[in-house]
Structures are given as C-alpha cells and as structure tokens.
C-alpha cells in the first residue's frame, strides 16, 4: 500500500526566505506526483504535476523536484511571501487510472 | 465558471440521520473521487468512479454509498450519520488521459 509522508507537518519562517517541503513515499513506482495548495476553509489548487519520467517542475517561484528511485520530492520556495501561507499537500498515483494517495499536508506560514 | 460544485457547503446532523452530498461536474470528465479531510490526516479517499456506471471502494468506505448518476454527476450518501464522520468533504474529477485533478470547495459536515 502507497504511503506518502510530509515533512514537517508545520513550518514557520519569515517573510523573504527560500524554504523546502518535503515528501516521500513508500512505492517507488509511481505514475506522477503533484503538490497542491489549500488555504484555510476553501479546495485544492493544483501547483506543479511531475510525471514518473521526470525530474522537476517550475512554475514562478516554485520549484519541484523528484527522485522516484528514493522515494522522494521536495517543494522549493523562493523568496516566500505572506501569500504562500497555506497548506501544501503531496500526493502520487501509483497507475493510470488510481486515485490520487495523499500526505497530510505541510502548514506554511510566512510571517511579514 | 466551469468546475465541481458541491452542495450543500455546510450541514450539521444528528446522529442517525441520512443525508446526500451533491457533486456535479462540467467539464465531461471520466473519473470521479469523494475524499474526506480530517485535521491531521490529510485527505482519505473514499469512493471513486473511473467511468459512469462503475464505482470502486477507497481506503475508508464504510458508513457510506455512491452514486454516479450520470457522467457529470456523483453523490455520497450517508444512511446513519455518525459523529467519527464529522469532516469535510472533497468531490474531484478528472478527464480521460488527462493527469490534472480538480477539486470542488468541500462540504463541511458536522454530525452531533
């Protein structure tokens, strides 16, 4: 059974650092991996998508990496914002067509 | 504007009560998932439907059924309510081949 772990569970950092999420999950053999954001009492908004055969994805400030033969992808922020205080989940889907295997989620918050 | 709509956005019950949660879908989309979201446990699926016609238990199934209508949409019912399902809910679907997920903006449920 796919288990996917995040780390830390809570994180507080100030406003203009660079910071990394962490995640790892038991089954290396994963179809992709995709982090989301969810703020406080709302959905999930999807961040970045990074398939099986690749090794990272960019979108602004943010960076994700992954290494499926260890298990792992981290979230990188760059120069972080009180905006990006969230939620930000992990999840990976092991094949084609199986839901989506959550962690439980790092709470982010970035402090002016 | 295009996407999941859940419904109701807020319910209390008391225990023993019945319920459906609504979830519909635009975007003529295959699969459809229902998660819960405890606090500390991230996002557990419940039920999910690859195609209309077809259902599939999650990890957490018991104390609930579903229902795919039709292609846009799919219900979660509860026939007992009881306080260990106090959550909130999240409806997600996703297009055939496609690898984005989008999610609904969540039933908070409160059985007392």
């Known amino acids: 059974k796919q288990e996917v772990t995040q780390i830390p569970a809570a994180l507080s950092v100030p406003e203009g650092e660079n910071l990394v999420l962490n995640c790892s999950f038991t089954?290396?053999?994963?179809?992709?991996l995709q982090w989301f954001r969810q703020d406080p009492g709302k959905g999930l908004t999807s961040l970045l998508l990074i398939q099986s055969s690749q090794r990272e994805q960019t979108s602004g400030r943010l960076n994700a990496s992954l290494d499926k033969s260890s298990g792992r992808s981290t979230l990188y922020i760059a120069a972080s914002q009180p905006g990006d205080s969230a939620t930000y989940l992990c999840?990976?889907?092991?094949?084609?067509?199986?839901?989506?295997?959550f962690g439980k989620g790092t709470r982010l918050s970035v402090i002016a | 504007n295009a996407g999941v709509t859940q419904t109701p956005k807020f319910q209390v019950l008391k225990t023993g009560q019945s319920m459906t949660l609504q979830c519909a879908q635009d975007m003529n989309h295959n699969s459809m998932y229902w998660y819960r979201q405890d606090p500390g446990m991230g996002l557990r699926l419940i039920y999910y439907s690859a195609s209309e016609g077809t259902t599939d238990k999650g990890e957490v199934p018991n104390g609930y059924n579903v229902s795919r209508l039709n292609k846009r949409e799919f219900s979660l019912r509860l026939e007992s309510a009881a306080p260990s399902q106090t959550s909130v809910y999240f409806c997600?679907?996703?297009?055939?081949?496609?690898?984005?997920?989008?999610f609904g903006s969540g039933t908070r449920l409160t059985v007392v």
């Open positions: 997600a679907s996703r297009a055939e081949g496609a690898d984005g997920y989008t």
């Open positions: 089954d290396s053999a994963i179809y992709n």
């Open positions: 999840a990976v889907r092991v094949a084609g067509n199986t839901p989506l295997v």
